[in-house]
């Protein structure tokens, strides 16, 4: 079976890489799959990519804000634009979200709600009954969100699958077998706390370790790799 590629698009801060490794090991720790099946890409160093070469790809986050990124931008999306032409199945979270959206023509930009950031409640929409993934999964359910940038005018070629009060495209899904996620579902309550440490903003840290029920989010990353990566793979050996 080809291997999962994991678009390595950024990195967390020096401390809390040392403490709890970086956005790929965190995406690893929550995958039902052997770290031998997977492969870290990071497309900062310019290395072209042979998307044909992979079964499946999950981009990772970033701190870098997407519609400030300009050529670099242009040269992400036009991976992932490969990717859905060649309708490999891939999944992105919050940067890796965004990145999916605009390939599919969305316009990216600042949130005029400002920053979300801590646990938040991940309402599911109608189109999301029949979703491989999100139709699994409770009609409302929590998740760690942390991001500044959101889909400002969707592209009719998105699904709009999730959402909440502060942020309209929680999870959306372009055609078949490409997913997005807004929210976090690879991020720990340590996780979610140093990064709401360095927002300053420690009025909600009490929740994420007293309220936490985030654990259905991860539950995306683990319907991708069972209902999404594992089917496609057979076919493509059969």
């Not at 967390?12 to 997977?38: A, C, H, N, P």
């Not at 990772?60 to 300009?70: D, I, K, P, Q, Y």
């Not at 920053?115 to 491989?132: C, H, Q, R, S």
Request: include cysteine; charged fraction near 20%.
């Amino acid at each position: 079976m080809k291997k999962l590629c994991i678009l390595k698009l950024g990195s967390t801060y020096e401390t809390l890489k040392i403490q709890s490794g970086d956005f790929e090991d965190w995406i690893v720790s929550v995958l039902d799959i052997s770290r031998d099946e997977i492969e870290i890409v990071d497309p900062r160093n310019g290395v072209p990519i042979d998307i044909e070469k992979y079964g499946a790809f999950i981009s990772t986050g970033s701190h870098s804000m997407l519609s400030e990124e300009g050529e670099y931008a242009e040269y992400l999306s036009g991976i992932v634009s490969r990717i859905l032409d060649s309708n490999i199945p891939y999944f992105g979270i919050c940067y890796g979200h965004q990145l999916l959206a605009k390939a599919a023509g969305c316009q990216i930009g600042f949130n005029p709600n400002g920053l979300e950031a801590g646990i938040v409640d991940i309402i599911t929409t109608p189109e999301a009954k029949n979703d491989k993934i999100f139709g699994l999964l409770p009609g409302v359910f929590q998740a760690f969100a942390i991001h500044s940038q959101t889909i400002l005018k969707p592209s009719p070629k998105i699904t709009r699958l999730a959402y909440n009060e502060f942020e309209n495209h929680h999870a959306i899904r372009v055609g078949e077998n490409a997913w997005g996620v807004q929210f976090h579902p690879e991020f720990t309550p340590f996780i979610m706390g140093e990064y709401l440490r360095q927002e300053n903003a420690p009025a909600k840290l009490s929740q994420i370790y007293e309220n936490n029920s985030t654990v259905i989010s991860s539950l995306t990353l683990k319907l991708f790799v069972k209902n999404i990566i594992k089917p496609y793979n057979l076919s493509k050996i059969c």
